[in-house]
């Protein structure tokens, strides 16, 4: 079936560390990709996406993305980490080809909550 | 800020009573949609619209309902609500005519089923 997988449920890291939150996607095709953050309490915001081009993908916040075909994955990373980080990230996919209605058609990763140790 | 406001923010209801979710928007987008989220499935789509009267299913959309009889509401309706249905829903709209797949949320409503 065609997926969008999230490994990693749970995340702890050190405010002023690196971050990377991991996302795969199984799609015959490369599909458009984004990834979103949800504060507590809160509806979901953009974080970045990808349709085409450069693989790599800046957004807003300093976080970034980097599409890799050979590996179906879209990776977010932010180099160091603020305590402002801490919320949850869902990845999330519209197929390949989509059009018209399908734009806001999105499957959702499961989720990746990220919390900042002072 | 999306222009979108969902109410009631919050309800507690009994299983079995009908239930209706209100997204109101006020920038005259035409696609609109309506998510629940769930821990460890993320969000997943139940009904979508694409103009008035023009609606559609989603992956979920068993037990729910939709109407849209005007441009800025989207209404999504539990005919008997069950305690599956317990979940935090959320609209979204597109601003794009064409459509860029970027989802505007609204703050969600958190609905309980006892």
């Known amino acids: 079936a065609q997926s969008v997988t999230q490994p990693d449920i749970h995340i702890t890291v050190s405010e002023g560390a690196s971050l990377e939150l991991r996302c795969n996607y199984s799609?015959?095709?490369?599909?458009?990709l984004f990834w979103y953050v949800q504060s507590p309490g809160q509806g979901l915001q953009l974080l970045l996406k990808?349709?085409?081009?450069?693989?790599l993908v800046q957004g807003i916040k300093g976080f970034e993305a980097e599409f890799k075909r050979s590996q179906s994955s879209f990776n977010l990373r932010k180099p160091s980490v603020h305590w402002s980080d801490a919320a949850e990230y869902f990845c999330?996919?519209?197929?390949?080809?989509?059009?018209?209605?399908?734009?806001?058609?999105?499957?959702f990763g499961q989720g990746t909550i990220l919390t900042v140790h002072p | 800020d999306a222009g979108i406001t969902q109410s009631p923010r919050h309800k507690v209801t009994e299983t079995g009573t009908p239930v209706t979710l209100r997204c109101h928007q006020t920038?005259?987008?035409?696609?609109m949609y309506w998510y629940r989220q769930d821990p460890g499935h993320g969000l997943r789509l139940i009904h979508y619209?694409?103009?008035?009267?023009?609606?559609d299913k989603g992956e979920v959309s068993d037990g729910y309902s939709v109407s849209r009889s005007k441009t800025e509401d989207f209404l999504l309706t539990l005919e008997s609500a069950t305690s599956s249905q317990t979940s935090v829903y959320f609209c979204?709209?597109?601003?794009?005519?064409?459509?860029?797949?970027?989802?505007?949320f609204g703050e969600g409503s958190r609905l309980t089923v006892l």
């Open positions: 979204a709209i597109t601003r794009a005519k064409k459509g860029t797949g970027e989802l505007f």
């Open positions: 799609y015959g095709a490369t599909p458009y």
């Open positions: 920038e005259n987008h035409r696609y």
């Open positions: 999330a996919v519209v197929p390949p080809g989509a059009g018209g209605t399908s734009y806001g058609k999105l499957t």
């Open positions: 619209s694409y103009g008035v009267k023009d609606t």
């Open positions: 990808y349709f085409s081009g450069d693989t």
